[in-house]
C-alpha cells in the first residue's frame, strides 16, 4: 500500500503545476502602453498581469504548504519503519503516514477552491482569447482534480482493507490522468500563441 499511496501523492505534485502553468503569452508586456523618459503608464493587460502573478504566488504557496506536510510524514513513516521490529508495526506506520497524507490533500483541495478561478484577461487585447482558452482548460483541469482528491480522500477514510485503498488509488490515478489528456488536448486545439499578446486589437 505504501507504494500505491506514494505514486499517488506523486500524481498530486505534477497536476498541482499543471493547473495554474500558462505559457509566457499570459506574461507578456503591453506594446500599447504610453510611455514616459522614467516610466511606462500601466495598461488593462499590465494591471491584469500583476493580479495573475499575484495570484499563481498564492497556488504555489498552497503547494509548497502541502509539500511541506507531506515530507513530514514521509519523515515520520521512514523513521517508523526504522524502528519497526513486526509486521503490525509498519502496518501502523504505514496507516498513519496515510491519514497524514489525507490530511494534507483536504487542506490542499480545500485551500485551492477557496483560491477559486484566476483573474480574467481585459477584453480587447491580442492573447485575450487565448487565455482566456488557456484558463478555462485550467479550470476544468483542476475542478476534475479536485473533485478525484475529494474522493480518493472519503474512499480512503472508509476503506476497511488494503485492497479498497489500492482500488482508491487507481480509481484517482486514472481519473486524473484522462483529465491530463482532456487538458492537453484543449490546449492544443488553442493553436499558436498569438504575437503582442498585449496589443490592443
Known amino acids: 500500500m505504501k507504494s500505491i499511496a506514494t505514486k499517488s501523492l506523486a500524481v498530486v505534485a505534477l497536476v498541482a503545476a499543471m493547473g495554474v502553468s500558462v505559457p509566457a503569452v499570459a506574461f507578456a508586456a503591453s506594446t ?18 500583476a493580479t495573475w502573478v499575484t495570484y499563481v504566488q498564492g497556488i504555489k504557496a498552497i503547494n ?3 509539500h511541506t506536510s ?16 513486526t509486521k503490525a508495526d509498519r502496518q501502523a506506520a504505514i496507516a498513519a503516514f496515510e491519514v497524514s497524507a489525507e490530511a494534507a490533500l483536504n487542506v490542499r483541495v480545500a485551500a485551492i477552491t477557496a483560491a477559486g478561478d484566476p483573474p480574467a484577461p481585459p477584453a480587447g487585447y491580442n492573447g485575450t482569447a487565448y487565455v482566456d482558452g488557456i484558463q478555462a482548460a485550467n479550470e476544468a483541469f483542476r475542478a476534475t482534480v479536485a473533485t478525484a482528491q475529494s474522493t480518493l480522500s472519503a474512499s480512503l477514510a472508509a476503506a476497511t482493507t488494503g485492497q479498497a485503498a489500492k ?9 486524473v490522468g484522462t483529465a491530463v489528456s ?20
Not at 70 to 85: D, E, N, P, V
Not at 187 to 200: D, F, I, K, M, V
Open 32 to 49: 500599447t502602453a504610453s510611455t514616459s523618459n522614467t516610466a511606462t503608464a500601466s495598461t488593462p493587460w499590465t494591471t491584469w498581469r
Open 64 to 66: 509548497a504548504t502541502f
Open 70 to 85: 507531506i515530507g513530514a510524514a514521509r519523515s515520520t513513516l521512514q523513521a517508523a519503519l526504522a524502528a519497526s521490529t
Open 167 to 175: 482500488t482508491a488509488h487507481l480509481t484517482y490515478e486514472q481519473t
Open 182 to 201: 482532456t487538458r492537453a488536448a484543449a490546449l492544443l486545439a488553442l493553436g499558436t500563441p498569438p504575437s503582442n499578446p498585449g496589443q490592443l486589437l
